[in-house]
């Protein structure tokens, strides 16, 4: 058969995409209003076609001609902006309490226009309970009506071969009639395994003996003194010692930037935070773009593209490429086993 087509919306950096694509699946289009995200197709996935637009309005134009099987995306759970545009405090209030401003929304009236046979949504798990409920409510009346059935599944990526905790929510939508909506099978539940075979060592290991390498964005960042000390206090697994400080170090609100990773365990959720992440398990700097990114499950030949802020976001907000091949897997599966039932019936 022919290969299965996906359009991948909120594309980000590509973790949806690039799972897709290891399991042989044709990316029709993938869309973003990031134009770093536009760069960072053109270099790593030129063939691909990608549009550069504001995904809070259907824009017909773009889908012209699509029929894909699957539309998967990771909006992001806030209202959305005008982005350049001018509008009075009237509005803006406006469009922050009306919760159908949110970006989740905006994916469910794109799904509903390209009509696809399944349809994948990641968040936070907040979109569960942001706005008392109200938002999730909401969500589940429009994919209703729009005449999907769907689960919700909050998966952990440190269960499908990811390095790293990341509880994220999966929202899976389908008009097959009578089939059972499940999630891809864990892969990695073993805590035993885990540790020898999933761990931040694993993966980042041989890269704390090159210092600096623009090319493959491992950079790590110049801290202060001050930084410097902080981060000389904290041990393997743990974070800074707030009780134990001096005057000269002490601050309100330490973050997860003053969270040392553990070598021999997964990673802390890779979070895009004032441009840094979590603490190298044995040396006093954060991590890397290029460290993260493999703890993302990216490969080194993928390059992110921008300012270092600019690249921590690509690499943070990204849905962990292994586990986006989990589901590019599973819902293969399911697709497949549609058609031979439609075609043993015809038969």
Known sequence: MDKLRIVDLFCGSGGFTLGFLNEKYNVELAADIDPYCEKVYQKNLPKIKFVLSDLSKLNKNIFEGLKPDIVVGGPPCQGFSTIGARISSVEKKRKKKDIRNNLVFSFIEHVNYLNPKIFLMENVSGILTRENGNIFSELKKKIKNYGYRFEVFNLDAVNYGVPQYRKRVFIIGTKFDKYEISKPNITHGDS????????????????????????????????????LKRYSLIPEGGRLPENKLSKELFRKNFGNTFKRLHRNKPSLTMVPGHNAFPIHPWLDRSLTVREAARIQTYPDNFIFIGPRHEQCIQVGNSVPVKLAQSWAKHLKKIILKKIIKKNEKAA
């Open 192 to 227: 035993l395994f885990l540790e020898k075979e999933n761990t931040v060592n694993s993966v980042i290991k041989d890269l704390a003996k090159i210092k600096i390498d623009v090319t493959m964005n491992h950079v790590p960042l110049k801290h202060k003194p001050k930084n």
